[in-house]
């Protein structure tokens, strides 16, 4: 979902729309790229659900993203929790942040080429960023996960998009996988491995036990927006957009699991220029006469 920026004629009538003009708001509408209402980042306060059960639940629902694979090991077929992407439990701007998400399901999606519900948004990380399997729609678990993100979710109005949701796109560039490796083993390897499996210090980037590639984070623009907003985890922002795309295209050069039902994606045939595998549709399109 990050979709290119807007002409600035559609980007300003946003702004208007939602009735406040300052920078904030206005950077939102271009990260977001949709024509809507756009509601300042704010992570709700556990104080203000006055239901027990409800508090419970949401609170199951976290500690579900945090220990994804003890919680659910039938599901989860790497050594990725949610946080290890969506990370401060959801609460990080620019790092695929989940305030708000309730708000913006049901929702049209290219990749399905369907209206997903947002339970249906969950189980595709489950299948592809956790490599796992689907749970059952209608299963606590999945009840418990929909509750946390309801609660992040308080107080944006239905259809509106958040100030820092998704990465920051990035301008599209080239990257480089040699200097991507040099990078990698400066600035990344200390957390995450020389050969990319993880450590105590930090989550695996490549191999058996990481994402798949079907994953969003398997799409270099995704990965470089994610890498430049959130990553050194302990200096962000110091990487060049450059060196974002240089490390992001390394790491996923690397192996990492397959995903059997890829070429079934984007059966509109309308993938993006990233991702990194051919789709039915896509090559159906580029015979038809
Ligand atoms: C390997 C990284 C990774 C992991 C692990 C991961 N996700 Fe995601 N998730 C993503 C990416 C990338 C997106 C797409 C963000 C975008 O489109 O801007 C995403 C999107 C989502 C969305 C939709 C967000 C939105 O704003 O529309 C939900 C909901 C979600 N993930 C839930 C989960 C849950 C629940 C788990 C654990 C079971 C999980 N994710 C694990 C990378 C990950
Ligand atoms: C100080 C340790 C540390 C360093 C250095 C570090 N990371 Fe991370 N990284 C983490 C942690 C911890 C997470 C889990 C998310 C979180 O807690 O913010 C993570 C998550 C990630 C993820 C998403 C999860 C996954 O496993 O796919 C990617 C991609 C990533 N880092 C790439 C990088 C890159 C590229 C660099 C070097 C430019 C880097 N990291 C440097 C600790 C680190």
């Given at each position: 979902?990050?979709?290119g920026?807007?002409?600035?004629?559609?980007?300003?009538?946003?702004?208007?729309?939602?009735?406040?003009?300052?920078?904030?708001?206005?950077?939102a509408?271009?990260?977001?790229?949709?024509?809507?209402?756009v509601?300042?980042?704010?992570v709700?306060?556990?104080?203000?659900v006055?239901?027990?059960?409800?508090?419970r639940?949401?609170?199951?629902?976290r500690?579900?993203?945090?220990?994804?694979?003890?919680?659910?090991?039938?599901?989860v077929?790497?050594?990725?929790?949610?946080?290890?992407?969506?990370?401060?439990?959801?609460?990080?701007?620019?790092?695929?942040?989940?305030?708000?998400?309730?708000?913006?399901?049901?929702?049209?999606?290219?990749?399905?080429?369907?209206?997903?519900?947002l339970?249906?948004?969950?189980?595709?990380?489950?299948?592809?960023?956790?490599n796992?399997?689907?749970?059952d729609r209608?299963?606590?678990?999945?009840r418990?996960?929909?509750?946390?993100?309801?609660?992040?979710?308080?107080?944006?109005?239905?259809?509106?998009?958040?100030?820092?949701?998704?990465?920051?796109?990035?301008?599209?560039?080239?990257?480089?996988?040699?200097?991507?490796?040099?990078?990698?083993?400066?600035t990344?390897?200390?957390?995450?491995?020389?050969?990319?499996?993880?450590?105590?210090?930090?989550?695996?980037l490549w191999?058996?036990?990481s994402?798949?590639?079907?994953?969003?984070?398997?799409?270099?623009?995704?990965?470089a927006?994610?890498i430049?907003?959130?990553?050194?985890?302990?200096n962000?922002?110091?990487?060049?957009?450059q060196?974002?795309?240089?490390?992001a295209?390394?790491?996923n050069?690397?192996?990492r699991?397959?995903?059997?039902?890829?070429?079934?994606?984007?059966?509109?045939?309308?993938?993006?220029?990233d991702?990194?595998?051919?789709t039915?549709?896509?090559?159906?399109?580029?015979?038809?006469?």
């Amino acid at each position: 979902m990050i979709a290119g920026r807007l002409p600035l004629g559609l980007t300003l009538l946003a702004a208007v729309a939602c009735g406040r003009g300052d920078r904030t708001e206005d950077q939102a509408v271009r990260q977001s790229g949709a024509a809507g209402h756009v509601v300042a980042f704010r992570v709700p306060s556990e104080a203000d659900v006055l239901d027990t059960e409800m508090l419970r639940s949401l609170r199951r629902g976290r500690a579900l993203m945090r220990d994804t694979r003890d919680s659910l090991p039938a599901h989860v077929g790497n050594r990725l929790a949610c946080v290890s992407c969506h990370a401060l439990d959801g609460t990080q701007r620019n790092a695929m942040p989940l305030i708000g998400v309730y708000a913006r399901f049901p929702q049209y999606r290219a990749r399905s080429g369907r209206v997903d519900l947002l339970e249906d948004r969950v189980n595709d990380c489950f299948e592809r960023s956790m490599n796992g399997r689907a749970l059952d729609r209608s299963s606590a678990e999945m009840r418990d996960m929909i509750a946390y993100m309801a609660f992040l979710s308080r107080g944006v109005p239905a259809g509106a998009q958040v100030d820092g949701q998704g990465v920051p796109p990035l301008p599209p560039l080239v990257g480089d996988t040699a200097r991507g490796a040099q990078l990698f083993g400066q600035t990344c390897s200390q957390c995450h491995g020389a050969e990319g499996q993880g450590s105590m210090a930090g989550p695996p980037l490549w191999g058996q036990d990481s994402y798949n590639i079907g994953a969003g984070m398997a799409r270099v623009r995704t990965a470089a927006g994610f890498i430049r907003s959130a990553m050194p985890l302990t200096n962000p922002g110091s990487l060049t957009p450059q060196q974002a795309f240089d490390v992001a295209t390394y790491i996923n050069s690397r192996p990492r699991p397959d995903f059997a039902m890829k070429a079934l994606d984007w059966p509109r045939g309308d993938p993006p220029p990233d991702v990194a595998y051919p789709t039915d549709a896509a090559r159906r399109r580029a015979t038809s006469p």
